[in-house]
């Protein structure tokens, strides 16, 4: 599987960002598509995620009101609408997809990332 993510930049602090990322390979069996992001001197965090069947969410409670994520199954691709941005959103932003490869098990895949930087 291989992730390409598009949709990063620079933009001030209120402003909007949309990150795309696209899922090709051998995507059968994804189930959750989302993303992290990766701070200077921070672990990588979960912002989002996409359950592909049911369109379950999960959001960290930083963004929650102000990020979207959405998919087009169709596509393999999923999206995060991200409004109202804060400077503490500056990050390495990475698509996640989850496969299940044999019952309980599953394999994570990652995008190369793309860097969103939220100036005050």
């Known amino acids: 599987v291989q992730l390409v993510e598009s949709g990063g930049g620079l933009v001030q602090a209120g402003g909007s960002l949309r990150l795309s990322c696209a899922a090709s390979?051998?995507?059968?069996?994804?189930?959750?598509m989302g993303w992290y992001r990766q701070a200077p001197g921070k672990q990588r965090e979960l912002v989002a995620r996409?359950?592909?069947?049911?369109?379950?969410?999960n959001y960290a409670d930083s963004v929650k009101g102000r990020f979207t994520i959405s998919r087009d199954n169709a596509e393999n691709t999923v999206y995060l609408q991200m409004n109202s941005l804060k400077p503490e959103d500056t990050a390495v932003y990475y698509c996640?997809?989850?496969?299940?490869?044999?019952?309980?098990?599953?394999?994570?895949?990652w995008g190369q990332g793309t860097q969103v930087t939220v100036s005050s």
């Open positions: 996640n997809a989850v496969q299940m490869i044999i019952g309980p098990m599953s394999r994570d895949y």
């Open positions: 390979g051998s995507t059968g069996s994804i189930t959750t």
């Open positions: 996409v359950t592909f069947r049911g369109g379950s969410t």
